[in-house]
């Protein structure tokens, strides 16, 4: 099976004390890249703080529900069971580099193939920079995500967007 995952994290990848505070995931068939299975857990990191207050505020998610979440080692308990009951060969994000860097930090050591964003980078229109999400979503899928910046949500749009590059 292949993985879509995102998170949703308490800052950017070079501040050291930014975790991750919520997982999305969806296994895909690997032929046709249906969704088969789906995991999604807030979490309660071991560093959060006041430094954590504008990533919060972008994705809505409080901090008390932060903070009443399971804790880090449980959350990486249960996914990566998860992962080892959907049989998951692959994993994809979005935006790997982003993804990668806060799990490996938090030691969810998964076998990563490939990023999202770059493959619709390929895809599109000659651009400067890489494509947020959303307008990956509105080129490949004619639309925008409903619901943006919470994982699981995120997640299941990069899929799609997967889903139709992989088909094309």
């Not at 999305?24 to 088969?36: F, N, Q």
């Not at 790997?96 to 770059?118: A, H, K, Y």
């Not at 400067?128 to 899928?141: G, Q, T, V």
Request: charged residues 25%.
């Amino acid at each position: 099976m292949i993985c879509v995952i995102d998170t949703e994290t308490t800052g950017l990848p070079n501040a050291a004390w930014a975790r991750v505070v919520e997982i999305g995931a969806v296994a895909l068939d690997p032929i046709t890249y249906e969704e088969r299975s789906a995991f999604d857990s807030l979490l309660c990191p071991d560093i959060l703080d006041y430094r954590a207050e504008r990533a919060l505020d972008y994705t809505g998610i409080s901090f008390d529900a932060v903070r009443a979440a399971p804790s880090l080692d449980e959350v990486r308990s249960q996914f990566l069971a998860w992962v080892s009951e959907n049989a998951i060969s692959e994993v994809w994000a979005y935006n790997r580099v982003f993804d990668e860097t806060f799990l490996n930090r938090s030691d969810f050591l998964l076998p990563w193939q490939g990023c999202i964003m770059r493959l619709c980078r390929q895809h599109m229109p000659l651009r400067a920079k890489d494509p947020p999400l959303r307008e990956s979503c509105a080129y490949f899928l004619g639309h925008e995500p409903e619901r943006k910046h919470r994982a699981l949500d995120d997640a299941r749009t990069a899929a799609a967007v997967l889903r139709v590059l992989r088909r094309s």
